[in-house]
């Protein structure tokens, strides 16, 4: 391979191919392999196959680029995966407006050529920034990008400097300055954690000693405030035992409510008479007995009775929903099995597209994919998690991935540009794992065979220099891959 200029070698190809053109005896399936130096900034691009389908160079490309930030590569070597997803929108851009093959492959090929290179800094980054790395994913997890925004975000960018440098073959100061940065994510993991943890359940016992806790409940008060240290206790030496820190949590706020519901109950029958007090509960007792039991009875017996008879409602109550919901589970299994045998593809996608009304979603179909655009899925400002009002639509979803034999499933999440880009990326990031999440844990689908990835800014459909095309941008799209 010769230092010609890629402009040069282009030239002396068309002039050694122009009598063969001119004879008319160069077949249409002929391949040729140009090879190319790229300009310093992006390296040495491979070689290219003149002769490949620009359709399948880009559907490999789009899937490396995927992994590639699944593997986080955007965040451990950010200048190469920024200049890869460049040439590969390039690429994409000009096979869609039809232009020369050849552009397309080229394009496509830098864009492989800069993946290689974020992909071996991203390896080196790996090892070198892996406490770095942990730790900002521990931050990320607790919640410290919505909490403490301006604090994370000038972690992100000494972050970046780190992978630069990494970048750049500066690896002794990046590891000279590691140490410091992964120290300020821990510092602000555990301050998310705590206030995760911990900051509703201080507002509401703090609102309870103003409504007379102190007074009227001081050792359901005790109780909550105990609660409270030894969470806190806990949190600082295992910040990361989330599994424990969530059930501590859900007792710590437990005890918190409790407490402003017994200061509220005790403070109101603080002016009522023992024998005021049995009738009113022995009232509840009996109200709470009929509507479990279906009747009118209310003989005369103990509290201690009227709950018995309570307890043994809820049981046989218990044991019809637990025989309704295999039913239910036996019939969602024949449902499938039925769907799948009896319907062909057109006919199911046809069932998909009709599950949503107009607002609530688009199907489209690409290859053996189907692609479901959740208009109606909307998220609070900011927020990432899913509104109740949102479950049936989602529900709707999960119907879908019945109807089809679905193999694999990507939940994307999608921003506008307004924000910054760092910010734009966790949300989408956040948002896309809610709705996997909910899929999950609603057996939907296996986890291993869903995957949710969040693209920021990256893609837009629409403008964003409008109202209408920055709200079409912020969507969830949910990608089948079927049979």
């Not at 509703?200 to 405030?225: C, D, E, F, S, V």
């Not at 201690?304 to 043994?312: K, L, P, S, V, Y």
């Not at 049981?315 to 589970?329: D, I, P, Y």
Request: charged fraction near 30%.
């Amino acid at each position: 391979m010769t230092n010609m200029h890629l402009g040069d070698r282009r030239t002396a190809v068309s002039e050694k191919l122009q009598p063969i053109w001119r004879l008319g005896i160069l077949s249409s399936a002929l391949l040729f392999l140009l090879a190319f130096s790229g300009c310093a900034s992006n390296g040495e691009v491979s070689q290219i196959d003149l002769g490949a389908d620009p359709s399948v160079e880009l559907t490999n490309l789009k899937e490396a680029m995927d992994a590639a930030r699944k593997g986080d590569v955007h965040l451990l070597s950010p200048s190469w995966y920024t200049k890869a997803n460049q040439s590969y929108g390039e690429a994409a851009s000009l096979q869609r407006k039809g232009k020369d093959t050849r552009l397309v492959l080229e394009a496509s090929a830098r864009a492989n050529t800069q993946l290689n290179k974020a992909n071996k800094y991203a390896k080196i980054a790996g090892k070198e920034l892996k406490g770095v790395s942990d730790a900002r994913n521990g931050a990320t997890l607790a919640g410290a990008p919505e909490l403490y925004e301006s604090e994370f975000e000038r972690l992100e960018r000494r972050f970046r400097a780190l992978a630069e440098d990494i970048e750049n073959d500066k690896i002794s100061a990046a590891r000279r300055n590691a140490k410091s940065v992964e120290a300020a994510y821990l510092d602000l993991e555990l301050r998310a954690v705590k206030e995760n943890t911990l900051g509703k359940a201080r507002k509401l016992i703090n609102q309870a000693i103003k409504t007379g806790a102190k007074k009227y409940a001081p050792k359901t008060l005790a109780t909550a405030q105990a609660s409270v240290r030894d969470t806190d206790r806990f949190i600082t030496k295992n910040p990361r035992a989330r599994s424990e820190i969530q059930k501590k949590a859900a007792d710590v706020l437990n005890a918190a409510e409790h407490l402003q519901a017994v200061t509220v109950q005790a403070k109101t029958w603080a002016k009522k008479t023992e024998e005021d007090k049995v009738i009113w509960v022995e009232g509840k007792a009996i109200a709470i007995q009929n509507i479990a039991s279906g009747n009118e009875d209310s003989r005369a017996q103990s509290l201690d009775g009227h709950f018995q008879d309570i307890e043994q409602s809820v049981e046989a109550l218990l044991g019809s929903q637990k025989f309704l919901n295999a039913e239910v589970s036996r019939l969602q299994v024949e449902a499938r099995k039925f769907a799948k045998e009896t319907e062909e593809f057109a006919a199911k996608f046809d069932r998909v597209r009709k599950l949503f009304t107009r607002d609530e979603a688009e199907v489209y179909r690409q290859r053996n994919e189907l692609l479901i655009r959740l208009k109606g899925l909307n998220f609070q400002v900011g927020k990432s998690y899913i509104l109740p009002k949102h479950y049936p639509l989602l529900t709707k979803v999960q119907n879908s991935f019945k109807i089809f034999d679905t193999q694999k499933v990507v939940v994307e999440g999608h921003t506008d540009t307004t924000g910054s880009r760092a910010t734009n990326e966790r949300l989408s990031q956040a948002r896309a794992g809610a709705v996997m999440s909910y899929l999950v844990n609603n057996n939907a689908i296996d986890k291993k065979n869903v995957t949710a990835i969040g693209y920021g800014p990256e893609k837009p459909i629409a403008p964003n220099t409008t109202r209408s095309g920055r709200k079409l941008n912020r969507r969830i799209d949910v990608v089948l891959t079927v049979r």
